[in-house]
């Protein structure tokens, strides 16, 4: 068998479970390849750590030793630089390059893919995207046969999890936060997560793949879980909900052009919908498309070992492919579809209003909404607590433009006779 | 671009689907695959009917004529001859397959794969398994970095179909299977499907995949749904689980020899496990992995559309390799498993005897658990009917080999106060 040289560039919690996984299958992993895979290097921050099941003789923080020594670069460093100038030098020498770094795909996917083109070299990504779950294999390559129309996934596992538990437990934000991050799901510093910025990398690749269009991070109108309250939760339940912040694309008809709309937000998620049913830090993926209708994928969407698994997959292909000819999936962007202005994407949203208890605030609220074109689902006034002077008005509205909702909101909070905006959320349906 | 001309023998439930996307969808699917996807020739058996949108110069009934001319063969005539033969020819001529046909793969799969190799040619059959839901891409690529450990799968629609109308409209088998005929989710022969011999060939092919090991359908052990009662899936929802017929694989240790044991059986599921919820006619894969934990794949695993998706998809990634070289994975038999012999495999039951009411049941049934060596896990005395002179016991079984539950059973059957052995049936714990 053909011997394939690897590079590990990062050895923290997805790289040292790469680097086990290697070694304790080996036989097994290079047999399916068709390769003998031999770890030839790991570029590590801090050279005099120790590293279980390592080879010291093989750690260094020379990438670039790393790179010129290796056939197939493993790049799990994560971050911005030096992940993307190791990436590219690596593609320039026509390198196989293996990553779970959404941030430089979703940033600077085109030139990655561009040197990878160039180069005859192969970009392998399949751990970018909610882990173990081959979601990207999915639509790369065993969906090419039919046309995807929407994409919504959980594809951020701490913010499911922070969910799932003020949801289960009762809990506050901050309180679900907090343990999250004790148990290790979210971060010392967890704004990527909770402010959507992962989810909306994801976003990004997820569009560009179902899409075969160029989609980066900045066309994301992002929204993170920060501003949830227990509160809202505990009425989307009431109301039939699970409140799910959601990656979604979406193939849309605007002005008569097809275009793709894209979001990440907290969503009001029937629950009768597969997607309420993924609890805890797990993702899962819907695909609605033109003929297979609705799939689902599902799984662990993060962990060293999970997150191991989807690169090891790609290591295989690569390896493979090293091996015995061809290459990855090039980039595909041939449809070239336009991003639908976030201004004109349409959605139904779920208002809850604090009102005075005056009468005449219903009637106000539901003539903005008239006079701003916005038909009205439904109103509910869920029963009163002790504050005398003040009610709680929950709006449910038919699809409309999101400048349409902004219209009314910026309306609404003008009147003297709304207290408070308390939560404005997007509702899916079916 | 290239041309990739395309035979396509059947045009039928999928084949006119397939006809049918490919002509509606010929520009987008062409641009994935780089390469210009041609209709050469359509084969079926009736030349004389109508057929909506396919040219009829197209349409002959010369299958040797449509493979001759065509560089991928897309096989959907189903049934083993002359499927397997115009398979074989097409391969022997070095040219592509794509095929849908489970029956002939779980029985002559490895004919096949041999003759691709020897001709570098390549076999595609995602549609064989859960009609749209990639699994086979998901065992073949997408986690050839991870240890399959259990497959347990959902994979016959029809069968799903009966079982939930069972369940939600309290219909008897025949009511359910009657509807399910209406509505055409069930064939005027359902044996192929209620016998358990169509999930039994998807077991062979999954399990083939996910144990790099050649598998086929005669070492299946199969049991179909047409025992099954209004009664037993009343009981199972007492006991909080589903009926549902399950094709199994696992890896297992035997006399300190890992195995794999196989068998497609109704199996109670518990209502907390993903497979418990799902309904209708779909499909769903749950995938048991050494790292990245447990996966799902769900959606449609039938009808003309779904199961053209999964063809299609093949289409593009064969068309792509005979334009721009590469091929289908070879089959991987590397590990070479014994198959664990039926009687040895382990499983809890759950037995429904029907006894005479008599003092001294109870005592014979349970000593002759203990004298069997299975240990009982619980045993349940529901509510006593009209009939005074017969009570029901439920007895459930901790996991003891098959062989010792058959001697068990064998037994009670002999018994004087055992009237009747009502039911068997698996129990899927976790
Ligand atoms: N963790 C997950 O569950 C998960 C899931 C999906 C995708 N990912 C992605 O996988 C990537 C890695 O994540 P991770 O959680 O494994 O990160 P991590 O635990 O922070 O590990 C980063 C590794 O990279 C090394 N490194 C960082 N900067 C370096 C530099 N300038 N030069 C050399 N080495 C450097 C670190 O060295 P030291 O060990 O010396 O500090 C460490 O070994 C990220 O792109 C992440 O988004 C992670
Ligand atoms: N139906 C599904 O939902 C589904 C799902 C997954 C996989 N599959 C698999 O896909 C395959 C096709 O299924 P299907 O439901 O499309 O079958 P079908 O509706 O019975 O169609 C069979 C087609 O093959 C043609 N044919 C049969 N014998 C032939 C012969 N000797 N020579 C030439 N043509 C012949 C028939 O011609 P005429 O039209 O002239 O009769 C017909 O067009 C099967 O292997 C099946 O297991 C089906």
Known sequence: MKEVRIGLLG???????VARIL???????????????????????????????IDPALITDDIERVIQEADLVIELMGGMEPARSAMLAALNQG????????????????????????HDASLYFEAAVAGAVPVVYGLRESLAGDRINQVLGIVNGTTNFILDQMTTQGWSYEQALKVAQDLGYAEADPSADVEGHDAAAKCAILASLAFHTRVSIADVPTKGITD?????????????????????AQR????????????????????????????????????????????????????????ASAVLSDVVAGAGHIAH??????????????????GKVLSSLQVRLEVSQQIGALAQVVQAYQEGGVSVASVRQPPVGDQEDQATLIISTHRATKNQHDDILAVLAKSPLVHKIASVMSVEEG
């Open 325 to 342: 000819g061809g290459h990855a999936p090039r980039e595909s962007v041939y449809a070239d579809l336009p991003i639908c202005e976030p």
């Open 228 to 248: 949830i309250t227990a509160e809202d939760i505990e009425q989307a339940r009431e109301a039939g909900y699970a409140v799910k912040l959601l990656a979604k």
């Open 11 to 17: 050895a923290g919690t997805v790289g040292s479970q």
């Open 95 to 118: 390198k196989t390059v293996v990553t779970g770094n959404k941030a430089v795909l979703a940033a600077h996917g085109p030139e990655l893919n561009e040197a990878a083109e160039a």
């Open 252 to 307: 849309v008809l605007v002005d008569g052009v097809e275009q793709i709309a894209l979001g990440v937000e907290p969503t009001l998620v029937p629950l009768t919908h597969p997607l309420a049913g993924i609890n805890g830090p797990y993702n899962a993926i819907v695909l609605e498309t033109e003929f297979a209708g609705r799939l689902m994928f599902y799984g662990a969407g993060a962990g060293g070992a999970p997150t």
């Open 23 to 53: 070694s304790e299958q080996n036989r097994e992993l290079s047999e399916r390849a068709g390769a003998n895979l031999v770890l030839s290097g790991v570029a590590v921050r801090d050279v005099s750590k120790t590293r279980e099941g």
